[in-house]
């Protein structure tokens, strides 16, 4: 029996795993596009503060008015504002039920896919948030210098703000990916048997507990893996002191 059940979580361990690196894959660039989408300045009616007279406070708000940061702000507050398995439900099961068909049927592995959209929106844009935290964080001097060196706004990001940002964002993002392992249990609502779902049929085929308990190895497992990782991660950054 212990064999069989930990065949079966092994089986779940490598669906969680799946979600959980497609998910680092495409969130952490896309998070980057969208922290810059965050902090662009583009200010189109901007030219109404060069008309004659004193401005008033329509005028001056409408010329400060970003749209692609205020849109981007807009999804990142709905996004970390809404919980996860919310967003899982409505990716998944909304398309079926709004236009007559789910369009994830015609994918050979639908609800895997379903399923890291879904991760890869969410966590998108938790990580724009410390990566926006992390570019702010590098001091103004810094890229004040560079432009007085003569490099370019490519160079200065990426020679300069970019090696500071990694620095300081390590430890916020190693807490997010730790909740990465964890919320990949989230996929079992859309019938994917990961670790938790694995350990929980025995319960119910069965009539016994300790397989579910039995799962906490696996999640123990793999976060102590990443957290090494990360460990030795700061380590290596530790130059910048």
Request: glycine share 8%; charged share 15%.
């Amino acid at each position: 029996m212990f064999w069989t059940v930990t065949l079966s979580i092994l089986q779940g361990c490598g669906e969680a795993a799946k979600l959980f690196f497609l998910t680092l894959l495409f969130a952490l660039p896309l998070g980057l596009v969208v922290a810059f989408g965050s902090m662009n300045k583009w200010a189109p009616f901007r030219f109404l503060l060069r008309g004659k007279g004193t401005p008033g406070g329509a005028r001056r708000a409408l010329a400060a008015f970003r749209p692609i940061s205020a849109l981007t702000n807009l999804i990142v507050w709905v996004i970390r504002g809404t919980p996860l398995i919310l967003q899982l439900i409505i990716i998944f099961y909304g398309p079926g039920m709004w236009f007559k068909a789910n369009p994830w049927n015609a994918f050979s592995d639908g609800r895997m896919f379903a399923c890291t959209l879904a991760f890869v929106i969410n966590y998108a844009c938790y990580f724009s948030v410390i990566y926006r935290g992390g570019i702010e964080g590098v001091p103004a001097g810094q890229r004040e210098a560079g432009q007085v060196l003569g490099l370019t706004r490519s160079q200065i990001f990426f020679k300069v703000t970019l090696l500071q940002m990694v620095k300081r964002i390590v430890p916020p993002m190693s807490n997010e990916v730790i909740t990465l392992v964890k919320d990949t249990s989230l996929a079992r609502v859309i019938a994917i048997t990961e670790i938790t779902k694995a350990g929980e049929a025995f319960m119910k085929s069965a009539g016994i507990t300790w397989p579910l308990f039995y799962t906490a190895v696996f999640y123990l497992a793999f976060v102590g893996i990443l957290t090494i990782l990360f460990h030795f991660i700061e380590r290596k950054l530790s130059y910048f002191r």
